[in-house]
């Protein structure tokens, strides 16, 4: 590992969990949440990451079946959700950004879903992930057993 960034600017550390604290608080679907995560943490290649949201999502109820399937979810036929298939979509966009942005027709597919607040939380939470993916690859967090 390399600088521990809990240790070494605990003030950061606790700002950045202060968004998960909001976030456990929000009226996200616990599953809706795990899946953008995942699909977020696939992108950017975050072993700790990933292995803590499967993790997570299991204990909500989650099935093998669909969280093998999340990097491949437009494959998927019909075994996700409209709604969720709008938010691994966000997610998607969210995390890759700079590549083409959010799309017009991304973001409105979930806003035609969720309300201002959900819609709202769900972005919250897909960058809140994408700061702890950079967090956890840069400073080498191992993936816990």
């Known amino acids: ?14 700002a950045a969990y202060a968004l998960e604290k909001y976030l456990g608080q929000s009226s996200l679907n616990p599953i809706h949440r795990e899946l953008m995560l995942l699909r977020a943490s696939q992108l950017n290649g975050c072993g700790f990451c990933l292995n803590m949201h499967v993790t997570e999502a299991r204990k909500h109820g989650e099935t093998d079946q669909r969280l093998h399937l999340v990097s491949v979810w437009r494959e998927a036929g019909d075994l996700f959700t409209a709604e969720e298939k709008a938010l691994l979509a ?12 959010v799309s017009d027709a991304t973001y409105q597919a979930a806003a035609a879903l969720f309300d ?30």
Request: aromatic share 6%; glycine share 0%.
């Open 90 to 101: 966000l997610a998607e966009e969210v995390t890759l950004i700079s590549e083409h942005h």
């Open 1 to 14: 590992m390399r600088v521990n960034i809990q240790q070494t600017e605990p003030e950061a550390f606790k």
């Open 116 to 145: 201002e607040h959900y819609l709202a939380q769900a972005i919250v939470a897909i960058a809140t992930i994408n700061l702890w993916n950079r967090i956890a690859i840069t400073t080498h967090i191992p993936v816990q057993a």
